[in-house]
């Protein structure tokens, strides 16, 4: 099997890495098969951070060559996986089939060309669209500002806070007013009531 991984290259404090295509069983830093391209995590500067030959990649991934984790990451970085991925997916159609018991059974099977071949379901064109719509999204994501905290100051969170028990205290003040004024009235409301159950009474006394 074939692999697609780094081998580092550079000084012990800058480090650069090959992208290379190497046989599983040969040691790390052992003869490979073809170098993909380069990544260096210290670039500054005009240095390049990473260059990858997008057909070589692709090549190699068709023929069913494995990348490890951090080649694949950098792979999905620059659009290479989402171009690999739509390039080997192939068209399929519905087909129903009765099954033994005789219930129908689906199955999806490739659509084949006049030569037997597989048809894939994205053309060139469409996969070269779906990229240049990916490497827009990412230039915006690039481009975009972020959004700046705002700082305060000591003193600014202190008036915060205070405003907002000031705030606290005066909506529980509120709130207790107009508790007392219900209470207020619904005693108001008895002793009135009471008055004018007393008031036939006192009439009748009054008589005798």
Do not use: C
């Not at 890495?17 to 790390?28: E, L, N, P, T, V």
């Not at 069913?64 to 390039?87: C, H, K």
């Not at 048809?119 to 994501?141: C, P, S, V």
């Not at 008031?199 to 009054?206: F, H, I, Q, R």
């Amino acid at each position: 099997m074939v692999k697609l991984r780094m081998t580092r290259l550079g000084k012990k404090k800058a480090p650069f890495y090959r992208i290379i295509a190497i046989d599983s069983k040969k040691r790390r830093d052992g003869d490979y098969i073809e170098k993909i391209g380069l990544y260096n995590p210290v670039a500054s500067g005009k240095a390049e951070r990473l260059k990858i030959e997008t057909e070589k990649a692709l090549k190699w991934l068709l023929e069913g060559a494995q990348p490890s984790p951090t080649v694949r990451n950098l792979f999905s970085e620059v659009g290479i996986m989402l171009r690999y991925d739509m390039m080997r997916r192939i068209k399929k159609q519905k087909v129903e089939k009765k099954g033994a018991d005789g219930k129908p059974v689906i199955k999806y099977i490739a659509v084949l060309d006049e030569n037997g071949e597989p048809i894939r379901k994205y053309t060139d064109e469409q996969i070269e669209e779906a990229h240049r719509n990916w490497l827009l999204i990412q230039e915006k994501k690039k481009n975009k500002k972020p959004v700046e905290k705002k700082i305060l100051s000591k003193k600014a969170k202190a008036k915060i806070e205070a405003d907002k028990k000031a705030a606290a205290t005066a909506a529980e003040a509120t709130k207790k007013a107009a508790e007392d004024a219900k209470k207020a009235e619904e005693e108001a409301k008895k002793a009135a009531e009471a008055a004018v159950a007393e008031a036939p009474a006192a009439e009748e006394n009054k008589a005798e």
